[in-house]
């Protein structure tokens, strides 16, 4: 990857010194990171990025921005070269080194290194960053095939193994193996519910991975999850609360990808994955306990219809949406304790496993 | 509190006055309200001597507050001296000193160089109430109703007892008087104490001196601060100051001429009341209408008398005193619907653009000045003209703070109820955002300046009697706003100014800033040597300074 890289940045950087030299302001071209951008193609299965470009040239307003890009770019050539990482919070400090082009802020930093990471349409971790999030956890029937940084030496880690603990999953997901007869792979949007379905040993009874994504999902465990899924050829299912937010933002990222990381989605994304619930009919069907959506909740949804082209082709998806927003109500995954604390793992799970041809693309 | 108990009496008082009438039983309860004849009131009613009504009023006045009356007191004086140097064509020198008695008892001495006052009309003057040179006539003055001495000398002799002493000498050659002039306050006649010919050297002018009950505060609402505003105003008076802690503050006279002298003119007919016209026909002694018309009144011809007659249907020798009310009332509808020729204008004494500036220049510190002094218009008859001038960013004028604002009429500065004034409220509604600067909704600007506004006029139309705010007439506020906008305009202009320059520094700190770290960058990646980096870096420059943006 690096020796793909490197000539990357040097052919850009030699071209903003030809203009300088010719007298011309420099100008580089972006990508534009936005929902705006994408276009969803059902048989790629993810948000594909649009042509749109937005030119940025070097003026009295744009000079700081445009060394600090030209820094940024040098210094993930030096991490390639040196076979080294950096995480966001270190290359923002790595900054403080630059006088007055210094980043004040790691949101500034952040925000240009997704800038140099879209103009050269590779994912960070090629360039030598790391994010400082942690991936997610697994739990159930699976051996990951690992390398010993040191010796090189191969590693298998059973999942099953990790008592009322878990597997967490790494930054980097490309070198890993995997090993499994599970049947498909649960993705969970609460670490609560993860905790819940790994001590009552739920992946034992159903013969699955559990894995527990913390809210958004990672570009790591997005990643980990595509591979196994890919490689093993297993079904994957999600269970997120029956909201906006879990519905729109991070089931939506998790199959599709995102605007902002246009560039990257083709690596970034799930599009084998099925929406489990909680449905809104869910809400109806098993007389969940429900609070009102909140305004933020009402725009984001309305927005999603309007603007995703995610929902504006998923017929059934644009649906459950403006029928949740018709009833008003969210309902939690936690909400299935009312009916009793296990009935999640005796009655919901069942019941939805049994008839995954019911659950929404 | 005090007012929800009131409003308790009140309605528990009239319910016990209407019980009475319900109830035959509440009736003899009743006997306590005595009826008063019309004779029985008659032996109650008489005469309020102006001086009765002076000191059961005297916030009126100006003298609500021990600090108030101080400055009231040398504001009168002060005020007296100058109208009497520029009437005489003498270029003012004016000495005032405040001393302390007692922590609430201050003596108040001013000096000046005016033409003296003849020995039989001092006692008037200092000892009776509405009585001057000022009412009867229409000219720019900075008294106007001949109150103000008087009132403080009478001010003094109620809390302290002490009569006014004054010192005046008319010319060279004639000797100098000291009277000891004390208030009749029931009859509102001056009762001579003491009369001595005195020894002084000057060559003419006038010294008073009273003690009066007061406190003493510094700020720009107190008596330095009147000084102060006074020397802005006064480019061509000399003043000393010494304040009660015997310290000694000389203001320089800045112009060596007199200013124009204002002329005095007769009322304009727009301007007369119906009850001031009944009074004028029966005092003139015009013989006809006519006469009366032409004689009485500004801007008014023998023909417009004429057409003004014949539109009250009065023949142009109709006798004017014979005028009962139906025939004052036409006459009043008849002048206010003939067109008549604006009031003469020329007759107003501004201080000038150029005075303006020095005056202020001489009292502020500030980066940038400018001035503007309108053309005469009229209100109600009376000829005004507004003049406006202000400094902006000097040092000590916080710029996060609202405007001072100094107002002015006849060259007076006008210290108290602000908001009330026509001048606030014009400077309220002028949009100071169009000129560079922040301004709250119904507020005053924001910004390091000291905004000045000065009205001048025959009659200044004051809110009461103790001149403190201008009056609101539309034709006022309008010509205000003119001038605010003028001095506004050229204020923008250097506002903008700056902020281009700041602009440019910033662009050129920026380039000078930001360059270099293209530079590395570019020979960190490029590997290129330190010559053909300093050289990216010059193009680069050169490029970026040649454009603008």
């Known amino acids: ?361 | 509190m005090s007012g929800a108990a009131a409003k308790k009496v009140t309605a528990g008082g009239r319910r016990a006055a209407a019980k009475p009438a319900a109830t035959g039983k509440a009736r003899k309860a009743t006997p306590k309200v005595v009826r008063l004849t019309a004779a029985d009131m008659a032996e109650k009613q008489r005469e309020i001597s102006v001086s009765e009504f002076f000191t059961k009023n005297r916030h009126l006045l100006g003298f609500d507050s021990p600090a108030k009356a101080l400055l009231t007191t040398v504001k009168e004086a002060v005020d007296n001296a100058l109208d009497a140097c520029e009437e005489a064509g003498i270029l003012p020198d004016l000495l005032l000193e405040i001393q302390e008695v007692s922590e609430t008892r201050y003596r108040v001495a001013v000096q000046d160089n005016g033409p003296g006052i003849v020995k039989a009309q001092v006692p008037k003057i200092f000892g009776q109430l509405l009585y001057g040179s000022k009412f009867h006539r229409l000219r720019q003055s900075r008294g106007q109703q001949g109150i103000g001495i008087s009132a403080a000398a009478m001010y003094g002799q109620l809390t302290t007892g002490r009569p006014i002493t004054v010192v005046s000498k008319p010319g060279p050659k004639k000797p100098a008087h000291r009277f000891d002039i004390q208030i009749d306050t029931r009859r509102n006649t001056p009762v001579v104490v003491a009369d001595h010919e005195v020894e002084w050297i000057p060559e003419h002018g006038t010294r008073l001196e009273l003690e009066i009950e007061a406190t003493y505060k510094k700020g720009r609402h107190s008596v330095d601060g009147y000084i102060e505003q006074t020397a802005i105003a006064n480019p061509h008076a000399s003043l000393t100051y010494v304040d009660p802690k015997g310290e000694r503050s000389e203001y320089p006279r800045v112009a060596h001429e007199l200013p124009k002298p204002p002329q005095e003119i007769k009322p304009h007919p727009h301007g007369v009341e119906l009850g001031i016209l009944l009074k004028m026909l029966h005092d003139t002694k015009a013989k006809n209408l006519r006469g009366f018309l032409t004689g009485e009144f500004s801007r008014v011809s023998p023909a417009a008398a004429d057409e003004i007659a014949k539109t009250a249907m009065l023949p142009p020798t109709y006798a004017p005193h014979k005028a009962a009310r139906d025939q004052a009332e036409s006459l009043y509808k008849a002048i206010q619907a003939t067109k008549l020729m604006a009031p003469p204008s020329n007759v107003l004494s501004p201080i000038g653009e150029e005075l303006l500036l020095e005056g202020l220049r001489k009292q502020v510190d500030a980066k940038f000045f400018a001035a503007t002094s309108r053309s005469p218009a009229v209100y109600r008859g009376n000829p005004f003209c507004v003049e406006a001038a202000l400094a902006y960013g000097g040092e000590g004028m916080p710029g996060d703070e609202l405007i001072t604002m100094l107002r002015f009429a006849n060259r007076v500065p006008l210290l108290y109820q602000q908001s009330a004034c026509a001048v606030t409220k014009s400077v309220v509604q002028t949009n100071w955002k169009a000129y560079g600067l922040q301004q709250s909704r119904g507020a005053l600007p924001t910004g390091p300046i000291v905004l000045m506004v000065h009205i001048a006029s025959v009659w200044v139309p004051f809110t009461s009697e103790s001149k403190e705010s201008v009056a609101s007439y539309p034709e006022i506020m309008k010509e205000i706003k003119l001038a605010l906008q003028d001095v506004g305009r050229k204020l923008g202009i250097f506002i903008r100014r700056g902020i281009r320059e700041a602009d440019e520094e910033k662009k050129r700190s920026y380039i000078e800033k930001y360059i270099p770290h293209i530079g590395i960058a570019l020979q960190e990646i490029l590997k290129i040597s330190d010559k053909e980096r300093d050289k990216v870096c010059a193009t680069l420059k050169t490029t970026l300074e040649r454009s603008r943006t």
Not at chain 1, 6 to 20: F, R
Not at chain 1, 265 to 280: D, Y
């Open chain 1, 1 to 361: 990857m690096s020796d793909k890289l490197v000539p990357k940045i040097k052919k850009e950087a030699k071209a903003v010194e030809d203009q300088i030299l010719k007298k011309k302001k420099p100008t580089m071209k972006f990508p534009v990171r936005s929902l705006a951008n994408v276009r969803y193609v059902e048989k790629a299965g993810y948000f594909e990025i649009r042509g749109m470009k937005k030119e940025r040239t070097l003026t009295v307003n744009t000079v700081k921005t445009f060394a600090q890009t030209l820094r940024m770019m040098s210094l993930s050539k030096t991490l390639v070269e040196t076979d080294d990482i950096a995480t966001k919070r270190e290359a923002y400090y790595v900054s403080k080194n630059w006088g007055d082009a210094r980043f004040l802020e790691q949101t500034e930093s952040d925000t240009v290194m997704d800038d140099v990471e879209a103009l050269f349409e590779v994912n960070r971790e090629q360039m030598g960053f790391a994010p400082e999030e942690k991936g997610g956890d697994v739990s159930g029937a699976l051996v990951v095939v690992d390398k010993d940084p040191d010796t090189g030496k191969k590693i298998r880690i059973d999942c099953t193994q990790f008592g009322s603990g878990a597997y967490s999953i790494p930054i980097s997901v490309e070198h890993l193996q995997f090993e499994t007869k599970a049947k498909f792979i649960l993705v969970i949007e609460t670490a609560g519910m993860f905790q819940r379905l790994v001590k009552h040993g739920y992946w034992k009874k159903a013969n699955c991975i559990l894995v527990s994504m913390g809210g958004v999902p990672t570009r790591a465990c997005r990643r980990f999850i595509r591979r196994l899924a890919d490689d093993m050829k297993i079904p994957v299912y999600v269970f997120v609360d029956g909201d906006p937010y879990g519905i729109s933002n991070i089931y939506r990222t998790f199959k599709v990808g995102s605007g902002n990381a246009a560039h990257i989605n083709e690596f970034f994304c799930v599009p084998q994955a099925r929406f489990l619930g909680i449905t809104p009919q869910d809400i109806l069907d098993y007389k969940l306990p429900t609070h009102p959506l909140k305004e933020v909740d009402v725009k984001r949804a309305k927005d999603a219809i309007k603007n995703d082209p995610f929902f504006k082709h998923h017929k059934s998806w644009a649906k459950a949406m403006e029928h949740l927003v018709s009833m008003g109500v969210r309902a939690e995954q936690q909400a299935l304790a009312a009916h009793g604390l296990n009935y999640v793992i005796d009655e919901y799970l069942p019941q939805k496993i049994a008839h995954p041809e019911r659950f929404l693309p």
